[in-house]
């Protein structure tokens, strides 16, 4: 996959503990640019996705040209 677009509220298994699972996975090979998309718009919520590997943050309502801004930057990387 060029991207992973990441829901953080799953059942089984939540975004944070899927995004460490892929990290550990890919170890240090180039890694998937992941991006959040969440309901969770908490202060911290941003920092701690950021903090297990994801690339960016984005809450849900999100407008999808703001999106397709995040991905078009991720991937021109």
Do not use: W
Request: aromatic share 4%.
């Amino acid at each position: 996959y060029n991207l992973i677009l990441m829901d953080i509220q799953m059942p089984v298994m939540d975004g944070i503990i899927a995004t460490k699972k892929i990290r550990e996975i890919e170890k240090a090979q180039i890694q998937t640019p992941i991006i959040a998309i969440t309901a969770n718009a908490l202060s911290g919520d941003r920092e701690n996705c950021l903090a297990v590997g994801m690339n960016d943050y984005i809450s849900k309502p999100f407008q999808v040209d703001v999106l397709i801004q995040k991905m078009g930057k991720l991937l021109a990387s």
